[in-house]
């Protein structure tokens, strides 16, 4: 069957903060402007919001830009923070440390950023902007001299094995004269415009943590709206980056979680029991005990900063958002550079579109963006995450002197290493032996994939797709244990054996995924690729 094909002056993809932003803000200056251009917003989760997951404590520093009428708007921003702690936990206690200033809270919001965004969708539909959730971008369209030209939906109707089914639909052309890509971290396109375009030459590769969150509702007495909680240390070893956060959000409810670098190296380590171990410290558990798990979910997130920041524009479009990276790490926020970031890439479009003579290349965006406080914000902390390779204390040591002695100004840029390159082989590394879930306040990774409310249509091809089949048995399980089955917050991956234990095969549970991409990340020999299942698959997340 031949595609349908529409028409818009802008694409973007993806209905996270970056890409409503922007399109909200083409459609302001259109609206300024007195030209009128056509917007539209694709989003492969079932709803906007579905698939959003974060901490969150936002910064409103770019929805003041974006809205400076935000409160009469009715912005989901309820909580204030009112006060912040930050924990050094040993096995039996807790001793408090002064607050980084990069983590101070005054003036901040403890927000559910799913909720943010579906406020955002309900401004950029009253502004003309067409939104289209359940559609996933999964192919890039280029012109015969190469330029993006926007993009195709995935078909319906495939069957398991890969043929059309009799409910089989096409997918859809979207053609744009500037496609925006913002489809959050570790996107399955712009991974292809990296190869494509060249864009990572030149940067330091891309780091990532894994970020795993349940929302709770807790008995009133144990409940104090606005305390804003973080952790570093146990569970995790001193060479292992990561910590904790407890949000107190309104309605007795509490949002708690746990990120892991992605370069961690013991491969019999599983973020997910890490998670569920820390809930049961004394100076944690008894935050929860009496309460109930309302839901969820797991996502990785971009670790890079400054120093991994791609170039970002190329003919037909730019990337904005976590698509490029714009995290701030110390400040454990992301969302506020962002949603700036696609406001910039929609003012750097809409000249390039509107102007006398068009532009195929964005390029004021990476200027105005290099002159925004965005560019300042990052470049200040650019230092801070590398050193924690050192370990702990090495890493809270310099990030002492970078803070107060260098104030973020230290005339020297730390290097990266990817991720998948930092596992030793099992052998050499210690085991380590996670306890039972009590059911109280630690849980199994089915019973929560459960409360986060996946689905995928099960006759479908997978979307977790191997380059080779024998890499899971021959490396992965002889070299490494077969990680995939530990650092899977989901319980995707499952090595399954004979009755007398012999002939392990590797299934992959497709239907259990969480989108999170750590597999796409962490596997040793980039073997797993992510790509978009069928539309509106995947979790359905509330309040998150």
């Given at each position: 069957?031949?595609?349908?094909?529409m028409?818009?002056d802008v694409?973007?993809?993806?209905?996270?903060?970056?890409?409503?932003s922007?399109a909200i803000r083409?459609?302001?200056?259109a609206?300024?402007?007195?030209?009128?251009?056509?917007?539209?917003?694709?989003?492969?989760?079932?709803e906007?919001?579905?698939h959003?997951?974060?901490?969150?404590?936002?910064e409103?520093?770019?929805?003041?830009?974006?809205?400076p009428?935000?409160?009469e708007?009715?912005?989901?921003?309820?909580?204030p923070a009112?006060?912040?702690r930050?924990?050094?936990l040993?096995?039996?206690g807790?001793?408090r440390?002064?607050?980084p200033?990069?983590?101070?809270n005054?003036g901040?919001?403890?927000?559910?950023?799913?909720n943010?965004?579906?406020?955002?969708?309900?401004?950029?539909?009253?502004?003309?902007?067409?939104?289209?959730?359940g559609f996933?971008a999964?192919?890039?369209?280029?012109?015969d001299?190469?330029?993006?030209?926007?993009?195709?939906?995935?078909?319906?109707?495939?069957?398991r094995d890969?043929?059309?089914?009799?409910?089989f639909?096409?997918?859809?052309?979207l053609?744009?004269?500037?496609?925006?890509f913002?489809?959050g971290?570790r996107?399955?396109?712009a991974?292809?415009?990296?190869?494509t375009f060249?864009l990572?030459?030149?940067?330091?590769?891309?780091?990532?943590?894994?970020?795993i969150?349940?929302?709770?509702?807790?008995?009133?007495?144990?409940?104090?709206?606005?305390r804003v909680?973080?952790t570093?240390g146990?569970?995790?070893?001193?060479?292992?980056?990561?910590g904790?956060?407890?949000?107190?959000l309104e309605?007795?409810?509490?949002?708690?979680?746990?990120?892991?670098?992605?370069?961690y190296?013991?491969?019999?380590l599983?973020p997910f029991?890490?998670?569920q171990r820390?809930?049961?410290h004394?100076?944690?558990?008894?935050?929860?005990?009496?309460?109930?798990?309302?839901?969820?979910?797991?996502?990785a997130i971009?670790?890079?900063g400054?120093?991994?920041i791609p170039?970002?524009?190329?003919?037909?479009?730019?990337?904005?958002?976590?698509?490029?990276?714009?995290?701030?790490?110390?400040?454990i926020?992301?969302?506020h550079?962002a949603?700036?970031?696609?406001?910039?890439?929609?003012e750097a479009?809409?000249?390039?579109?509107?102007?006398e003579?068009?532009?195929?290349?964005?390029?004021?965006?990476?200027e105005?963006?290099?002159?925004?406080w965005v560019?300042k914000?990052?470049?200040?902390?650019?230092?801070?995450?590398p050193?924690?390779?050192?370990?702990?204390?090495?890493?809270?040591?310099h990030a002492?002197?970078?803070?107060?002695?260098?104030?973020?100004?230290?005339p020297?840029t730390m290097r990266?290493?990817?991720?998948?390159?930092r596992?030793?082989?099992?052998?050499?590394?210690p085991?380590?032996?996670y306890p039972?879930?009590?059911?109280i306040?630690?849980?199994?990774?089915?019973?929560?994939?459960?409360?986060?409310?996946t689905n995928?249509?099960?006759?479908?091809?997978?979307?977790?797709t191997?380059?080779d089949?024998r890499?899971?048995?021959?490396?992965n399980?002889?070299r490494?244990?077969a990680?995939?089955?530990?650092?899977?917050?989901?319980g995707?991956?499952?090595?399954l054996?004979?009755?007398?234990g012999?002939?392990?095969?590797?299934?992959?549970n497709?239907?259990?995924?969480?989108?999170?991409?750590t597999?796409d990340?962490k596997d040793?020999t980039?073997?797993?690729n992510?790509?978009?299942p069928?539309g509106?698959?995947?979790?359905?997340?509330?309040?998150m």
């Open positions: 069957m031949e595609r349908d094909s028409e818009y694409v973007v993809v993806g209905a996270g903060p970056a890409g409503l922007a083409l459609r302001q200056l609206e300024e402007s007195g030209k009128d251009i056509s917007v539209c917003v694709l989003e492969k989760g079932s906007v919001g579905a959003i997951l974060s901490g969150a404590v936002l409103p520093r770019a929805l003041a830009e974006l809205f009428d935000w409160k708007r009715g912005a989901p921003l309820n909580t009112t006060e912040d930050f924990l050094f040993h096995r039996s807790a001793v440390l002064p607050t200033p990069q983590m101070k005054h901040n919001f403890i927000i559910s950023l799913g943010l965004c579906r406020w955002l969708a309900e401004q950029a539909e009253a502004a003309g902007v067409e939104i289209y959730p996933p999964a192919e890039i369209l280029h012109g001299d190469g330029r993006v030209t926007g993009i195709a939906t995935a078909p319906m109707g495939i069957g890969g043929e059309p089914t009799a409910n639909q096409p997918g859809i052309e053609h744009a004269r500037q496609t925006i913002a489809e971290c996107g399955s396109l991974k292809s415009l990296f190869s060249a990572r030459d030149g940067v330091e590769p891309q780091t990532y943590g894994i970020g969150k349940e929302l709770w509702e807790i008995d009133p007495a144990r409940h104090h709206p606005g909680v973080h570093i146990w569970p995790l070893d001193k060479s292992t980056y990561g904790s956060f407890l949000y107190h309605d007795n409810q509490v949002a708690t979680g746990f990120v892991i670098g992605l370069d190296d013991n491969p019999h599983s029991e890490e998670f820390f809930k049961t004394p100076a944690i558990r008894p935050t929860f005990e009496g309460g109930r798990r309302v839901s969820y979910g797991a996502r971009n670790e890079g400054f120093q991994s170039k970002l524009t190329f003919p037909g479009g730019l990337l904005a958002g976590c698509s490029a990276g714009f995290l701030n790490v110390p400040k926020k992301g969302t550079t949603m700036k970031s696609g406001m910039l890439a929609a479009v809409f000249s390039a579109i509107t102007g003579d068009e532009v195929t290349e964005a390029v004021a965006y990476g105005a963006l290099r002159s925004s560019w914000e990052l470049r200040g902390v650019r230092n801070i995450r050193a924690f390779r050192w370990g702990l204390w090495a890493g809270l040591a002492a002197i970078d803070t107060y002695l260098f104030r973020g100004r230290a020297w990266h290493h990817e991720d998948h390159t596992l030793k082989e099992a052998s050499k590394a085991r380590i032996n039972k879930p009590d059911g306040v630690s849980f199994d990774r089915l019973s929560s994939v459960h409360i986060s409310n995928h249509e099960e006759n479908q091809p997978s979307h977790l191997l380059g089949d890499v899971p048995i021959s490396v399980l002889e490494y244990d990680p995939e089955q530990r650092y899977c917050p989901a995707v991956y499952e090595i054996r004979d009755a007398d012999g002939n392990p095969t590797l299934q992959i497709a239907q259990n995924c969480v989108h999170c991409k597999c990340i040793p980039q073997n797993i992510w790509v978009t069928e509106g698959g995947g979790p359905n997340y509330p309040n």
